[in-house]
T-cell receptor
């Protein structure tokens, strides 16, 4: 079945550091890919998405490119802020339905 | 737009009692809602898919008699945890799919923290 693998956390960075959170997936078809963010005590918010190969999703300084050849969707940000501290989930959605499959989540802490 | 609310945000109940959690789409109609469970420091586990006017579809391993789901209208789905036990303590999150939009648009509620004592 479909699956999503994220890099293990937690990740701790200093403010203005460069961020990469790796995400790879396994799917039988051509899924859509997502990054969600969860702030403490809250539900998930969609951060960005890409629906086909080579698409780049971007939002709030974060970006990720759908790489079919490496089955990856790594999340990057050039300069993180303290307010970016949260848990980040990579997810995929099968083309045949609307079920989301989530990765394990990566806790990011940004220190001033 | 596309706001999903959950009520209550936190609930503490005694073992053996039942608890109802509401999920509402506030400014759109949702034919499909999803219920997830999240354990501390873990990912979301899909429990069931709820379609308006029909029975919910439960994921393998989820007890349908224990986790009762009702989707009576296009804006409301409820999850009732029956005869709750401490192992049911968790963070429950719902999401809703927008009617008429492309299939991948889901919006998540803020979650409900259930603690069973």
């Amino acid at each position: 079945g479909d699956s999503v693998t994220q890099m293990e956390g937690p990740v701790t960075l200093s403010e203005e550091a460069f961020l990469t959170i790796n995400c790879t997936y396994t799917a039988t078809g051509y899924p859509s890919l997502f990054w969600y963010v969860q702030y403490p005590g809250e539900g998930l918010q969609l951060l960005l998405k890409a629906t086909k190969a080579d698409d780049k999703g971007s939002n709030k300084g974060f970006e990720a490119t759908y790489r079919k050849e490496t089955t990856s969707f790594h999340l990057e940000k050039g300069s993180v802020q303290v307010s970016d501290s949260a848990v980040y989930f990579c997810a995929l959605q099968e083309t045949s339905g609307s079920r989301l499959t989530f990765g394990e989540g990566t806790q990011l802490t940004v220190n001033p | 737009g596309a706001v999903v609310s959950q009520h209550p945000s936190r609930v503490i109940c005694k073992s053996g009692t039942s608890v109802k959690i509401e999920c509402r789409s506030l400014d759109f109609q949702a034919t499909t809602m999803f219920w997830y469970r999240q354990f501390p420091k873990q990912s979301l586990m899909l429990m069931a898919t709820s379609n308006e006017g029909s029975k919910a579809t439960y994921e393998q391993g989820v007890e349908k008699d224990k986790f009762l789901i009702n989707h009576a209208s296009l804006t409301l789905s409820t999850l009732t945890v029956t005869s709750a036990h401490p192992e049911d303590s968790s963070f429950y999150i719902c999401s809703a799919r927008v009617v008429g939009r492309v299939f991948y648009e889901q919006y998540f509620g803020p979650g409900t923290r259930l603690t069973v004592t």
